[in-house]
């Protein structure tokens, strides 16, 4: 059982992977992913406080809206783009008032923020608690039910991404999975004995940090359908190559999903691009294929939910 770090240790570990990721990544990406500018922070803070004082729902009506899913797969831009609209309240999985150490605080605690606020919308990122998405579904209830949204990416692209924001850590942690320990890291939360027994029969030593990030990607996303979320009305599976591609239609999806009226500027940050040029990564035979047909099944759960979606 890997021990916690002492609150000393983790914020001296913090301010270095920070310290590597503003001399890899240049410090304005650095502010701009993980919201460390302080004006802008300052200055939408202001907004939202304003708008509170005119428009203000009353307490205990705030509906939660889970952003849930995966590290590395676009996250950050669904957050960015409904944080601009001043009724969402947001509680990014970096918020202590929400989330120690990236994991949420007591569902009391959370039921209390929810309780308190006086936006239609609490948005909150609980990546490493997906698996928790159908209980949270249930304990997070107000006035209103709460929503979950799924944010997924190419396997490729978020396996590229990943190994470029943290190295090899879904290597070393899946292989620690593989010897039959770590399973009490948030990592392991919610596996199933499928995936437990894949990790384990794969032969790691031909298996590098790229293979291993899009296997991460595999087991995680496979929870979508293992937790029965599948067909649920209360998730919405979104699509960050979909949102690249063509972000107004992506948000819209979004937008009819919560009851919520499109505006232009929930994509303001968004310059839709075509699909990346980038090379295809060579990915472990049997990794691959499992990210392919769990892509493939993705796809077409995402397809059949926008059919039937109003939208605004």
């Known amino acids: 059982m890997p021990a916690r770090e002492s609150p000393m240790r983790y914020v001296v570990g913090r301010i270095r992977r920070h310290l590597h990721w503003a001399r890899t990544q240049g410090l304005r990406r650095l502010l701009e992913e993980d919201d460390l500018d302080p004006i802008r922070r300052a200055s939408r803070k202001v907004a939202k406080w304003r708008w509170r004082r005119a428009h203000g729902s009353a307490p205990g009506t705030a509906m939660a809206v889970l952003l849930v899913g995966l590290q590395r797969s676009g996250t950050n831009m669904v957050v960015r783009g409904l944080e601009r609209a001043p009724e969402f309240e947001v509680y990014n999985e970096n918020h202590s008032a929400a989330f120690d150490r990236f994991q949420l605080r007591p569902v009391g605690h959370i039921r209390g923020l929810l309780e308190a606020s006086r936006h239609p919308y609490v948005l909150l990122k609980p990546l490493c608690d997906t698996h928790r998405a159908p209980e949270l579904l249930e ?128 994509v303001a940050g968004i310059t839709a691009r075509p699909p990346a040029s980038t090379p295809t990564v060579a990915l472990q035979p049997q990794i691959a294929a499992c990210c392919a047909e769990l892509a493939a099944e993705l796809e077409a759960a995402r397809r059949a939910q926008a059919a039937t979606t109003t939208l605004p």
């Open 139 to 266: 304990a997070l209830r107000t006035r209103s039910d709460p929503r979950a949204l799924w944010v997924y990416r190419s396997a490729e692209g978020r396996a590229r991404s990943a190994v470029a924001k943290f190295g090899d850590q879904n290597l070393r942690v899946l292989r620690e999975l593989a010897q039959g320990r770590g399973r009490d890291r948030w990592q392991a939360q919610g596996l199933s004995s499928d995936s437990l027994a894949l990790i384990g029969r794969l032969d790691w030593s031909g298996v590098d940090a790229v293979s291993a990030a899009a296997l991460f990607w595999y087991v995680r996303n496979r929870l979508y359908f293992e937790l029965g979320l599948e067909g649920r009305p209360d998730v919405l599976l979104v699509s960050y190559d979909a949102m690249v591609a063509d972000p107004a239609a992506e948000m819209r999806q979004i937008c009819g999903f919560l009851d919520f009226p499109y505006h232009p500027r929930l």
